[in-house]
């Protein structure tokens, strides 16, 4: 009887070795050659059945997700970290990310960092809750330094495998750290060696929890792709609007300058923000504009 082949996850690939993780550790392993004839690259965070013995890579259970930035399979959601102050949240680029998020199939968890700051920042904080409500995003408002909603947070990472995402200076280490004191450390290490190592730019790596799931460090997770983007699926991307009741009166409206729109008129008449809606033209805009270079 042949070899019994084992079932891990691909955690970090370096010039063409696959480190998979199974219940026993972490095995070094080379991908079959039948891979490339199939035009099949291994990605972290894939499952695959592998051999020990031989130490390779024999099989890629289907994939429930796949990034291109960064490179990474099966993963179920992003966690969109933004501050309340000291950076001001820019709307356009959260709304940005959230489209990449839902565009890709993920959950999406929105967190509001730096709650502690000031008076100000609570009734900012009650402002983006209500802009977001709508979206059925989970939202969840935070403070690293008190660890308000640490706790929360660390219990929606269990078990699942999550893409941390922000801008620079909105607490996105020093949440990892109250998560899991070290944490952010392994994933700047990660980051460094992604953006300088010389083979290994189109790999990323997965972090463990010690309460189970993976962390994935997202350098250029920012970068939203317009140009993969149809301007006709835009909406989809926005649940919001998806929820409202009604139609428009033309099934292929984009919801920018079509009579009977009920997207501007629940903008009109309150009951979805205006925040969101200038996202969504703003993004329209850069679709288009990309279209024309």
Avoid: W
Avoid at 44 to 59: A, P, T, W
Avoid at 243 to 251: A, E, Q, S, T, V
């Amino acid at each position: 009887m042949g070899e019994k082949l084992s079932e891990g996850r691909i955690v970090k690939g370096i010039a063409g070795f696959y480190y998979v993780q199974d219940h026993t550790g972490i095995l070094e392993c080379k991908a079959r050659g039948k891979f490339k004839k199939m035009g099949l690259v291994p990605m972290v965070g894939d499952r695959v059945l592998f051999s020990k013995q031989n130490g390779s890579i024999e099989d890629i259970l289907p994939r429930t997700s796949e990034l291109l930035r960064p490179p990474v399979s099966n993963v179920d959601q992003a966690v969109i970290v933004f501050a309340v102050r000291f950076p001001d949240p820019n709307m356009v680029l959260l709304d940005k990310m959230t489209v990449l998020a839902v565009k890709e199939g993920l959950d999406v968890v929105l967190v509001f960092n730096k709650v502690d700051l000031d008076d100000e920042a609570s009734q900012l904080t009650m402002n983006l809750e209500e802009i977001y409500g709508p979206t059925g995003f989970k939202i969840l408002t935070t403070c690293s330094l008190t660890g308000y909603h640490i706790d929360e947070l660390r219990a929606m990472l269990s078990d699942k495998v999550s893409v941390f995402a922000g801008p620079s200076g909105v607490g996105k280490s020093s949440l990892l750290n109250a998560i899991e004191p070290g944490l952010a450390l392994k994933t700047g290490a990660v980051s460094e060696k992604i953006q300088r190592g010389k083979h290994t730019t189109r790999h990323s790596e997965l972090l463990e929890l010690e309460t189970g799931g993976f962390v994935v460090d997202t350098p250029g997770f920012t970068s939203l792709e317009l140009r993969d983007l149809e301007d006709d699926i835009l909406s989809s991307c926005f649940p919001d609007f998806e929820h409202l009741p009604g139609n428009c009166r033309f099934d292929d409206c984009l919801h920018l300058e079509e009579p009977d729109c009920r997207v501007r008129e629940a903008v009109r008449t309150g009951k979805l923000s205006e925040s969101r809606y200038n996202s969504y033209a703003h993004i329209m805009n850069e679709i288009r504009q990309s279209r024309r270079y």
